[in-house]
């Protein structure tokens, strides 16, 4: 009877939560099937590529950046990484839809979601979007580990039509059925605090969200720069976009070399900066800064060695900072030390 009554609570749970498993497979599903059925976005220097938006999350990701760090500078292997990932994707997502072996696969989404949050949790111009999708994705994976699949799903069928296998212990822990835990209220409770402590924590790193000053990095684009050197010719420079919209790049229409004054040693406007070579522009990432329309585009996350000459400033001895001057009207000053 008791068997009956657990197996019943299962059978309930599961149904319940279709909706959600339904849902949260698609999303994941859905990924490999815009990025490879819809259009193909695994080809590098391509439009789309889906390794220059991985670029984008470089700046401010939390506790992942080494790792992104490395694949966005080997394309070989963040290519490799790509196409893996949007397998697993594909797997994952599909098989929580069919509610096969449902406590693996949401294993699966828990951790793809927790892998979004660290990395782009920062993103979002209008309501912190990928940090919603992060935490929401890691406490919907959480619930269906609890519940499993209910009648529509395989693991019904499977149990139902082959209980031999099904009522095995280790499938109870990668399939669906009462959930195999003596104490369910206490691992219910603990997972619960720690995915809300989880979420308030990297809710007040990326944003904020919890005391303080809130802050969105993606709303206004922000360039660092360093490793200023020159000589006789050449004036060197280091550039890296930490902020700002991923969607769009920063749109640079002004150089200034300045003397210790303010004043202009030499200027090049967004015409020259459209205009300026290839050669001169060293990308460190896939994401790349060029040279566009109107302006030399910086993108999210990218950062690049440029040189300019400076053959046309004779006093090379008076060269004292360099500024930047975004097409918002955002200007950055840097000093050479």
């Known amino acids: 009877m008791k068997h009956t009554l657990n197996s019943q609570s299962s059978d309930l749970a599961g149904l319940y939560t279709l909706s959600l498993r339904m849902v949260i497979g698609w999303t994941y599903f859905s990924a490999f099937w815009r990025r490879l059925i819809l259009e193909n976005k695994l080809i590098p220097d391509e439009q ?24 966005v500078t080997h394309p070989d292997a963040l290519q490799r990484s790509m196409m893996i990932f949007t397998i697993i994707e594909a797997i994952v997502g ?47 994976g959480f619930v269906l580990f609890l519940t499993g ?35 369910p209220k206490i691992f219910v409770l603990a997972g619960s605090l720690i995915i809300f402590g989880l979420t308030l924590f990297t809710n007040q790193y990326f944003h904020g969200g919890v005391w303080g000053t809130l802050h969105n990095k993606s709303v206004k684009p922000k360039l660092e720069i360093s490793n200023i050197s020159h000589n006789n010719s050449d004036l060197k420079f280091e550039v890296y976009r930490t902020e700002g919209a ?15 004054n303010g004043n202009i040693l030499k200027a090049l406007d967004h015409q020259q900066l459209s205009r300026l070579s290839k050669e001169n522009i060293q990308n460190h990432y896939v994401t790349k800064v060029k040279p566009g329309k109107h302006s030399l585009v910086i993108p999210l996350g990218a950062k690049a060695d440029i040189t300019l000459d400076i053959d046309d400033i004779l006093q090379k001895s008076e060269i004292h900072a360099l500024k930047l001057i975004d097409i918002s009207g955002i200007e950055w000053i840097e000093s050479i030390k």
Not at 50 to 64: M, R, T, V, W
Not at 110 to 137: H, K, P, R
Request: hydrophobic content about 45%; aromatic content about 16%.
């Open 94 to 140: 599909l098989l929580i839809i069919l509610g096969l072996f449902t406590r693996l696969m949401s294993i699966g989404i828990f951790s793809l979601a927790l892998g979004i949050l660290l990395g782009s949790g920062w993103l979002g111009t209008t309501c912190l979007d990928e940090w919603q999708i992060g935490v929401l994705g890691v406490a919907g």
């Open 246 to 260: 991923d969607v769009y790049g920063s749109f640079l229409i002004g150089i200034h070399i300045l003397d210790k």
């Open 149 to 183: 699949s209910g009648p529509y799903s395989l693991d019904y069928y499977f149990m139902k039509n082959n209980k031999s296998f099904t009522q095995k212990k280790w499938f109870q822990w990668l399939g669906s059925g009462s959930f195999p835990v003596s104490q």
């Open 48 to 71: 789309g590529y889906i390794g220059e938006k991985f670029n984008h999350f470089l700046p401010n990701a939390l506790g992942i950046k080494p790792i992104i760090e490395y694949l």
